[in-house]
């Protein structure tokens, strides 16, 4: 019992300094996080849209991208239709005729082959990827271009925002997301990125076609590519002033199926790069990052479920001594006690409370970072249901994935087997 609760509190301790870490770069950066370097030149863009039964989202994708604050004679918009068995061709069609934008239409060979495909026809020195259930802030391509001045940036992400939040689903991920905003800056301080999100994501495409181009063997051609270009000892950076606008699944069933993917993509792909762990040439993202990713996600599985086994346990042996005097409650009150049992505070608490009030923090500058309204009226909710089911949420996903990757999943590789 002893070695548990050692575990219990070095664990909270690890995730507490993390969190705190985190915390404090956040802060001694802040006043440099919103600028974007002003481009010398102006770069030709290829904006591609892979699509597979994309009917009711792709024309909205289309057409924040044709309305771009940029010069329309220098991007160009491809969009690979993979296959679709719905309208997703016949609404491109529309587009094409127009000569707004270039449809390429191939048999159906995933997202990663469709993506390819199109780089391998396309003009631009730059490479914009948009997934066709999203759609690009107008000035996203202004934001991004500056950033490939410097010749060793391979790739800039954007910030990615939630279209709805309705659901109860929905509203967690809306403050996850704009966590993940503000992490993903930090993170392109250390040069540390290991995902281009398929949303508004920017490549050179001369590094792209150097490295091999998207993998299509992985469940997650966006991290993989991340982690390829790591490897070629590139830069990813980020800018918080793109802006895309995403989806995100409002049912249990349809999102654990997307963090399936997501990560036993990031089992098999930092499997796959294993040699970045620890590495002193891999910077704060092989020293650091990654190791302490893993242990996060360690100390997530094992303290949650620590917790519900706790807050289980508890409850049955108050059942059953409740049971015990036929459910008198007021035969159990011991006035001497009462203190206590309200202002009971041990180390798990105060650990547990510090945590919260960090977490609450973050939040609130995630808030201030992504320039979206707190409004406690409409969102309070929203923070509580973040806050208090986050990490029930994770380490579903996490216990699914693992259990996933190792009885199904096997040696397969590629998106059929996904």
């Excluded at 830069?235 to 409002?250: A, G, Q, R």
């Excluded at 590495?279 to 599985?301: D, E, H, Y």
Aim: proline fraction near 3%; charged fraction near 20%; charge should be positive.
């Amino acid at each position: 019992m002893e070695l548990i609760c050692l575990t219990v509190l070095g664990l909270l301790y690890f995730v507490l300094f993390i969190s705190c870490f985190w915390l404090i770069v956040f802060l001694d950066n802040m006043s440099e996080l919103k600028k974007d370097p002003n481009p010398k030149k102006k770069y030709f863009i290829s904006a591609i849209v892979p699509a597979y039964n994309e009917e009711k989202t792709i024309a909205e994708t289309i057409n924040s991208l044709l309305k771009q604050n940029y010069p329309r004679k220098f991007f160009e918009i491809i969009v690979i239709n993979d296959g679709s068995t719905d309208a997703t061709r016949k609404k491109c069609e529309e587009y094409s005729k127009k000569g707004l934008i270039r449809l390429i239409n191939q048999k159906n060979g995933g997202k990663a082959n469709a993506m390819n495909n199109a780089i391998k026809r396309a003009k631009g020195e730059l490479i914009y990827v948009l997934d066709a259930d999203s759609c690009a802030d107008e000035n996203s391509f202004k934001h991004l271009i500056g950033y490939f001045d410097n010749p060793r940036v391979a790739a800039v992400t954007s910030s990615m925002r939630v279209t709805c939040k309705e659901s109860f689903l929905q509203k967690i991920q809306w403050v996850e997301y704009l966590f993940s905003i503000l992490m993903r800056k930090i993170m392109s301080l250390f040069n540390c990125l290991y995902v281009t999100p398929g949303p508004g994501s920017i490549y050179r495409k001369k590094v792209i076609k150097e490295i091999g181009g998207f993998s299509e063997e992985t469940l997650t051609e966006d991290m993989e590519i991340a982690f390829n270009i790591q490897h070629h000892n590139y830069v990813i950076e980020n800018s918080l002033n793109s802006t895309v606008l995403t989806n995100t699944p409002d049912k249990l069933t349809n999102l654990i199926k997307q963090r399936r993917r997501w990560y036993t993509g990031f089992i098999e792909d930092s499997t796959s790069y294993k040699h970045f762990y620890f590495n002193k040439s891999k910077g704060f993202l092989g020293r650091f990052l990654l190791p302490a990713n893993v242990l996060t996600t360690i100390a997530l599985i094992f303290l949650t479920s620590y917790s519900v086994y706790t807050i289980l346990d508890s409850f049955f042996v108050s059942y059953s001594n409740i049971g015990a005097v036929e459910f008198n409650f007021l035969s159990m009150i011991q006035p001497e006690k009462l203190p206590l049992l309200i202002y009971g505070i041990n180390l798990y608490t105060i650990m547990g409370l510090i945590f919260m009030i960090v977490s609450i923090i973050i939040i609130y500058f995630s808030l201030k970072t992504s320039d979206e309204e707190i409004n406690l009226k409409n969102n309070f909710l929203n923070y509580i249901f973040y806050l208090f089911f986050y990490s029930l949420l994770m380490t579903l996903f996490w216990t699914d994935s693992i259990i996933y990757k190792l009885m199904f999943r096997k040696n397969n590789k590629g998106w059929k087997y996904g």
